[in-house]
């Protein structure tokens, strides 16, 4: 393999996801939600950027834009590479979009040479759960996992099944999205959208884990009084409850290593000035790469609060939300990828990923393997999401030498 123009291959990065961050529901704003309208639009400049790599590009039933660039031989098995071309509403312009145009930007640097193996870059149709409550329509197709959501409404009362025909696609064809083995595995690349690599000055990081995530509902029950005439050792104020456990939310979980817990939401009932709080309902939002250390977290956080509430003459309810456990990274396909990167002389970050990514549902069937880039800022969903051109460089020429490591497999 010849050496490739990163620097040149990243700015190409750049002007592709200006020319998509065009692609929008609404003027002046990012807005790209799952098959409206703009992904048309989208679809059209993907599929010319990958035919120009040489890639064969189709659109399969659940709308993900696929190009496959063949191997030297027939019936070899295939990497895939790509991320999401969906968005929040006013986002930014490198949230999924960087990692589909980057790994087309992998092939355009093989510049026609064939390797021992296929590739398939997927510029996944949904991953944000905007338009229809649910992310990952689109990799769940791949995984033959997309089936049980066709009947889901949007707000507008379009089914899943609706909108797949609206545009233009057959949802009788599902099936088909499916990916067949030989697969080599799926690496993905993304902006962070955290602020951990600009923190330590690193541009490029290594994903090891995608963290497990527990919500939960608390209810803090005191009796909401009069302000003037309720003495404050007869009160059961549950607002000043929920202020004692929330800071000790956060101690603790300042306090253990890769933990973060959020109070993100609250209620107080009745909600007067004059009122000594009845009832105080909040959110608890607690992630963690270590499913035990998630569990353990919140055991202790439940714990903590019924003390409070014990001490203060309360009641305390609670109820889980979601839970989802942490996925692993393939330990073989990211040693593959450290390799790659210390051959080109870059010693990437490992690192957790607080959020949710493609690579999580693909994971249950393939190895998987993800390169985060700096967020500048660590902003991410918000028009000011950025990414600097050299990261790209940098995260690039780490692609370059993972698919040659890949070759010599
Ligand atoms: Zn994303």
Redesign the pocket.
């Known amino acids: 393999m010849q050496r490739v123009d990163t620097v040149r291959l990243a700015q190409r990065c750049m002007e592709m996801c200006d020319a998509l961050a065009k692609c929008t529901e609404e003027e002046g704003h990012i807005t790209r939600t799952f098959l409206a309208e703009p992904t048309h639009e989208a679809h059209r400049l993907l599929r010319a950027w990958m035919e120009q790599a040489g890639m064969a590009v189709q659109v399969d039933a659940a709308g993900n834009l696929r190009g496959v660039y063949a191997a030297e031989v027939g019936n070899a098995p295939r990497l895939l590479m790509g991320?999401?071309i969906d968005t929040v509403p006013d986002a930014g312009a490198y949230?999924?979009v960087l990692g589909v145009v980057m790994a087309i930007a992998l092939v355009e640097g093989l510049a026609g040479g064939k390797l021992n193996y296929a590739i398939e870059v997927v510029a996944f149709s949904e991953?944000e759960g905007v338009r229809f409550g649910v992310p990952f329509l689109g990799s769940r197709a791949l995984t033959g996992d997309a089936e049980p959501l066709l009947e889901r409404a949007d707000a507008d009362g379009i089914s899943v099944r609706q909108a797949i025909r609206n545009f233009g696609l057959d949802p009788e064809r599902l099936a088909e999205a499916r990916v067949q083995q030989p697969v080599l595995g799926f690496m993905e690349m993304?902006i962070e959208q955290g602020p951990v690599l600009e923190s330590l000055g690193q541009g490029v990081g290594i994903v090891e884990a995608i963290v497990g995530q527990s919500r939960l509902q608390l209810a803090f029950t005191g009796r909401a009084n009069h302000a003037g005439t309720t003495p404050m050792h007869l009160r059961q104020d549950a607002l000043v409850a929920a202020a004692e456990w929330i800071a000790l939310v956060e101690r603790e979980a300042s306090a253990t290593a890769g933990l973060v817990a959020t109070v993100g939401q609250m209620q107080v009932k009745p909600g007067a000035g004059n009122v000594v709080p009845g009832e105080a309902v909040m959110s608890l939002d607690v992630r963690h790469a270590d499913d035990t250390e998630r569990r353990m977290a919140v055991e202790l956080f439940l714990h903590r609060a019924q003390e409070i509430a014990q001490r203060r003459g309360l009641m305390l309810t609670h109820s889980i939300r979601m839970e989802h456990s942490a996925v692993q990274m393939d330990v073989a396909l990211t040693a593959r990828l450290e390799a790659a990167a210390h051959a080109v002389g870059q010693h990437p970050l490992c690192m957790t990923s607080g959020a949710g990514?493609d690579a999580m549902v693909m994971a249950q069937q393939f190895p998987v393997a993800m390169l985060f880039l700096r967020s500048p800022g660590g902003i991410s969903h918000h028009p000011e999401e950025a990414v600097l051109v050299e990261d790209v460089a940098a995260a690039l020429e780490i692609g370059c030498q993972f698919l040659q490591e890949l070759e010599n497999r």
């Open positions: 991320s999401h949230d999924g991953e993304h990514h």
